[in-house]
């Protein structure tokens, strides 16, 4: 008998039986561009299809990165030599998301892409530029759209040293954005916040777009601060944008390089007050302190991953599509606070399972087994040297051990001030 070692998430294959309401679901990313600056190398391949390594190009790159927050549906809309954005990734399904490509006729611009792209668009949805990383918490600009019901636009903006190269973001005390300053080579030097390229949109703004190439940053996003509609989050995010002959060699050489660190949770008792077989969202009751801990992580670059026995498949006391089900549940409330688990690993087997086809002598994926733990670190691309294992049992630290990283035994209280108050955390931080 094999064990079962599987895993759930907002873009596993399981079907989400939970509406998500109040969370965008659909990511829209423009690759359309020529990238003239490139010269002659993007003369016969897209920007964003620019290699990286042996096997794969930028684009492979962004989708890993923004996926594992929870996407179901991904619109490309490409234009220059689209048909070779969607040879590689129309109708496929990546880290559970589908994806989709439409192909611009002629150029419209950053706006008039998505007027073009007008009957495909969710009532909200992300959106971004195809030929930039920013390793920022995408939950996070959405939550805040969520929250301002006045806004139509909020905005991911990154924290830099010198904004006279790129223009400033003007923002209040509340993260209302106030106005777009333009880049001024020649004013001095001076930290602040920049547009990232990120954004959380209401249908609404398309309102605001006429069929015709527009501009979203000259011509859409100062009419929205005007009115007051925009408010905007800031980050200090990894940002790479290959625009440049010298920035695409950056990224070939720190992209396939940048393995993520990774907290590990077990799931009942530490995440969850466990009342006893916990299968069901009515069941739920949230550790104080555990979606702050969580949302910390995600701001922080910090890969969530859940690792769980659930044994109560194996005794019948429930089955497999109710681990999906609450596992969606929890990321459905995750998603309305700005956060995420980037994938749940569980394994349902036990050596008394009155299930035979969960009845397993040694269970290959059960904790202590760190079978799930390296799974993860496999599938994920998560370093290694890099991880803690925060959990409840003996069981936990006996797992952590196996595999040479930190496990810390939460024992009751807020698991954020649990968390951060170890020197495991800080080593991930810095």
């Excluded at 620019?50 to 179901?72: A, K, N, S, Y």
């Excluded at 909020?154 to 973001?169: F, N, P, Q």
């Excluded at 009942?268 to 949230?286: A, K, M």
């Excluded at 700005?338 to 009155?354: L, M, S």
């Amino acid at each position: 008998m094999t064990s079962t070692l599987t895993e759930t998430s907002l873009f596993s294959s399981a079907p989400s039986p939970i509406s998500l309401p109040c969370t965008s679901q659909q990511l829209v990313i423009l690759v359309g561009g020529k990238g003239t600056r490139l010269g002659s190398l993007t003369q016969n391949t897209p920007k964003p299809l620019m290699p990286i390594d042996e096997h794969r190009v930028f684009l492979d790159f962004l989708l890993h990165g923004v996926l594992r927050q929870g996407f179901r549906h991904v619109l490309l809309i490409a234009g220059h030599l689209g048909d070779q954005v969607a040879h590689r990734y129309a109708y496929r399904r990546i880290l559970g998301a589908d994806i989709d490509v439409m192909i611009e006729p002629e150029p419209m611009g950053t706006a008039g892409a998505l007027a073009f792209a007008k009957q495909a668009l969710a009532d909200r949805f992300i959106l971004m530029n195809g030929d930039t990383i920013f390793d920022t918490n995408i939950r996070a600009v959405d939550a805040l759209l969520s929250n301002t019901p006045d806004a139509v636009c909020s905005m991911g903006l990154r924290e830099i040293e010198d904004v006279s190269r790129y223009g400033a973001v003007d923002i209040d005390d509340d993260g209302l954005v106030l106005r777009f300053q333009e880049k001024n080579a020649d004013a001095a030097r001076k930290s602040g916040v920049i547009n990232a390229g990120i954004y959380a949109l209401r249908r609404s703004v398309l309102d605001l777009i006429p069929d015709r190439p527009t501009s979203l940053e000259q011509d859409v996003l100062p009419v929205l601060a005007d009115r007051g509609h925009i408010v905007g989050v800031a980050s200090s995010g990894y940002f790479l944008d290959i625009g440049l002959p010298e920035t695409l060699q950056k990224a070939q050489k720190e992209l396939p390089n940048r393995p993520r660190p990774v907290i590990f949770f077990d799931r009942d008792g530490v995440l969850n007050i466990d009342h006893g077989y916990t299968h069901s969202p009515d069941q739920w009751e949230w550790v104080p302190g555990a979606i702050d801990a969580i949302k910390a992580a995600n701001d922080a670059g910090i890969a969530v991953v859940v690792v769980t026995n659930q044994a109560g498949v194996a005794r019948g006391y429930y089955g497999e599509p109710d681990i999906w089900s609450l596992h969606h549940h929890i990321q459905l409330q995750l998603n309305l606070r700005g956060a995420f688990i980037d994938q749940f690993y569980y394994c349902p087997d036990h050596p008394d399972a009155v299930v035979d086809s969960y009845r397993a002598p040694a269970p290959l994926g059960r904790k202590p087994s760190p079978a799930m733990l390296l799974r993860a670190i496999r599938q994920l691309r998560l370093d290694a040297n890099r991880a803690i294992f925060v959990g409840d049992q003996q069981s936990d630290m006996d797992a952590a051990a196996a595999i040479g990283i930190p496990g810390l035994l939460f024992q009751g209280g807020r698991l954020d001030n649990f968390l951060f108050s170890s020197p495991a955390w800080a080593s991930l931080i810095f």
